[in-house]
T-cell receptor, first 114, second 109 residues
Framework: ETGVTQTPRHLVMGMTNKKSLKCEQH?????MYWYKQSAKKPLELMFV???????ENNSVPSRFSPECPNSSHLFLHLHTLQPEDSALYLC?????????????FGDGTRLSIL | GENVEQHPSTLSVQEGDSAVIKCTYS??????FPWYKQELGKRPQLIID?????GEKKDQRIAVTLNKTAKHFSLHITETQPEDSAVYFC????????FGSGTKLNVKP
């Protein structure tokens, strides 16, 4: 399934670097999400976009900055991250952001902070 | 907000046996309950879902049951196979998804 594509798959960066994660969906969905997945913890919702407008920001530190230029693309800009930010970052999309439709996930970006 | 608890955290069964994973939720207004399977190094994939107006749904070897009164729902996998080995996540949704912490299922051949 190539409905939701994330790049890069792996990223190693130092705490002073700036990098961006990219997500693209080819499903014609109107909502896109960023999640953080850490070992043995529930998926943590970070941001929700509906029709390119941010509708939720779950108290995420400002070192994570999302961008949604159109309904098919979503970015997560990273700067001055901390070691505890090392995790798998998953992008997802759904028909709408109302919570009643299944979310389709990408393969994720495995992020390691040195 | 909603709180979803999932048990067990790990489950080991013999090939051919059944596996049951249970989730409880706290908000009675939750109305959509999907289950995801995540194989090692791969994306979570929806395997089955159920809405609050239905008590049970089945798809081949997989079934989900929902008890709204008790606020719990369960995933049932029959005739397990080694390729069923993965981490399974439940979620309860009221405007947004609240995920359980996952169950690592190991099916021994």
């Amino acid at each position: 399934e190539t409905g939701v594509t994330q790049t890069p798959r792996h990223l190693v960066m130092g705490m002073t670097n700036k990098k961006s994660l990219k997500c693209e969906q080819h499903l014609g969905h109107n909502a896109m999400y960023w999640y953080k997945q850490s070992a043995k913890k529930p998926l943590e919702l970070m941001f929700v976009y509906s029709l390119e407008e941010r509708v939720e920001n779950n108290s995420v530190p400002s070192r994570f900055s999302p961008e949604c230029p159109n309904s098919s693309h979503l970015f997560l800009h990273l700067h001055t991250l901390q070691p505890e930010d090392s995790a798998l970052y998953l992008c997802a999309s759904s028909q709408d952001s109302g919570g009643a439709q299944p979310q389709h996930f990408g393969d994720g970006t495995r992020l390691s902070i040195l | 907000g909603e709180n979803v608890e999932q048990h067990p955290s790990t489950l080991s069964v013999q090939e051919g046996d059944s596996a049951v994973i249970k989730c409880t939720y706290s908000d009675s207004a939750s109305n959509y309950f999907p289950w995801y399977k995540q194989e090692l190094g791969k994306r979570p994939q929806l395997i089955i879902d159920i809405r609050s107006n239905v008590g049970e749904k089945k798809d081949q070897r997989i079934a989900v049951t929902l008890n709204k009164t008790a606020k719990h729902f369960s995933l049932h996998i029959t005739e397990t196979q080694p390729e069923d080995s993965a981490v399974y996540f439940c979620a309860a949704s009221i405007n947004k998804f609240y995920f359980g912490s996952g169950t690592k299922l190991n099916v021994k051949p």
